[in-house]
C-alpha cells in the first residue's frame, strides 16, 4: 500500500494544520509547470492523491485502519517546528533558532543533512544527534540567520533524509534595511575594527595557497637544474672519449693532418675527462642536495597543505555523523 504520509513528508499523527502546510510546500516544488523533471507529473497526481484521502477525516481514518503502518517498514522524519520564521533582521544583525528532526518509522540506516542552493543567509549545525544504533535521532539542528542587507523576504529549506526519505523545514527571513544613521555608524566602526574576520580568513587562505605553490616550483626548479647538469656532464664525458678514440687512432700516423688530429683528441680527451669526472662529484653533490631539499620541502607542503585544510573547514562542518 502507498505510504501517504511519506510522500507528504508528515508524521502519522500530524495535525490537519500540519499536512496542509506541507502540501502546499510539496506541491508547489513538483508542480509540473515549475518542475522539468520527466517524473513531475507523475509525482504531482501521486501528492494530489495522498492530500485528497488525508485532508479527509473520514478517509484518513479508513486509510490508517488498513494498516499501512505494518505494511510500510520505513523511517518518518519530520521537524519540530514545521517551518522557522526568523522575522526582520537588519544587515549583520543575526538570530539563532533550534530546530529537531524527529522520527516516527523505523530505525534509519543512514542519515544525511542538506539545503537549498542558495543559502548564503543562514548557517546550520549538529549540536546533537542519536548514536547510529538508535536511528540517529533526534537531530538538533541550530540555524542561525544573519540579516543579508536589502529589502524582501527570503525563503530557503533545510532537509534531513534517512534512508532516502526526506523531511523539510522552510525557513523565512523578512530582510529589512539599515537605517542611513546606523550605516554611518556601521561604517565608521568598520573602519575602526578593520578587515572582517572573513576577508582576514581569505587573504590567509591565499596566501597558504601562494605558498604551496612556491614550493611546489622550487622543488620542480631544483631537479631541473639537477637533470641539466647530468646532461653537461654526460656531454663532457662523450667529447672525451671522442678525443681519446682520436688521439688512439691518430697520434701515430707520419702526416701532419693525422699528428695534429692526435694531438688535439689528447689534449680534449685530457680536459673533457678531467671536467667529467670533476662533474660527477658537482653532480652527486646536487642530486644528494636536492634529495634532501625535496624531502623538506614536501614536509613543508604537507603542513601548509594540512594547514590549508584546517582552516577552509574553521567555521562548522553541515554534514551528519554517520
Excluded at 502540501?23 to 508542480?31: E, L, N, Q, T
Aim: overall charge neutral; proline content about 5%.
Amino acid at each position: 500500500m502507498t505510504d501517504y504520509y511519506r510522500i507528504l513528508q508528515v508524521d502519522p499523527a500530524a495535525d490537519p494544520d500540519v499536512i496542509d502546510a506541507a502540501y502546499r510546500r510539496i506541491v508547489f516544488k513538483v508542480h509540473p509547470d515549475r518542475n522539468s523533471a520527466p517524473d513531475a507529473a507523475a509525482r504531482f497526481r501521486e501528492v494530489q492523491n495522498a492530500y485528497e484521502v488525508l485532508r479527509d477525516p473520514v478517509a484518513r481514518a479508513a486509510y490508517d485502519q488498513s494498516g499501512f503502518s505494518k505494511s510500510s517498514r520505513a523511517p518518518h522524519p519530520y521537524f519540530v517546528p514545521a517551518a522557522v520564521d526568523f522575522g526582520e533582521l537588519k544587515p549583520g544583525q543575526a538570530k539563532t533558532i533550534d530546530i529537531t528532526c524527529n522520527n516516527s518509522g523505523d530505525l534509519a540506516l543512514s542519515a544525511a543533512l542538506a539545503q537549498s542552493s542558495d543559502a548564503s543567509w543562514f548557517s546550520a549545525e549538529v549540536i546533537s544527534q542519536a548514536p547510529a544504533e538508535q536511528g540517529y535521532c533526534p537531530i538538533v539542528l541550530r540555524v542561525t540567520a544573519r540579516g543579508p542587507g536589502g529589502a524582501g523576504t527570503l525563503c530557503e529549506w533545510l532537509s534531513v533524509t534517512l534512508d532516502g526519505i526526506s523531511a523539510i523545514v522552510d525557513l523565512r527571513l523578512t530582510a529589512v534595511p539599515m537605517p542611513a544613521a546606523d550605516v554611518a555608524a556601521e561604517t565608521s566602526a568598520g573602519a575602526a575594527r578593520g578587515p572582517s574576520r572573513k576577508a582576514r580568513q581569505r587573504d590567509e587562505l591565499q596566501a597558504l595557497e601562494e605558498s604551496i605553490a612556491h614550493e611546489n616550483v622550487e622543488i620542480a626548479r631544483g631537479w631541473k637544474m639537477t637533470v641539466i647538469a647530468v646532461a653537461i656532464d654526460g656531454a663532457a664525458f662523450l667529447i672525451g672519449t671522442i678525443g681519446a678514440n682520436a688521439s688512439n687512432n691518430n697520434i701515430g700516423t707520419r702526416t701532419f693532418g693525422g699528428w695534429f688530429a692526435g694531438c688535439f683528441g689528447s689534449l680534449a680527451a685530457i680536459v673533457f675527462g678531467l671536467a667529467a669526472w670533476a662533474g660527477v662529484l658537482i653532480v652527486l653533490g646536487m642530486v644528494l642536495y636536492q634529495i634532501g631539499n625535496t624531502i623538506i620541502r614536501t614536509a613543508r607542503v604537507a603542513r601548509l597543505k594540512a594547514k590549508l585544510i584546517e582552516l577552509s573547514l574553521a567555521p562548522s562542518s553541515r554534514d551528519v555523523v554517520g
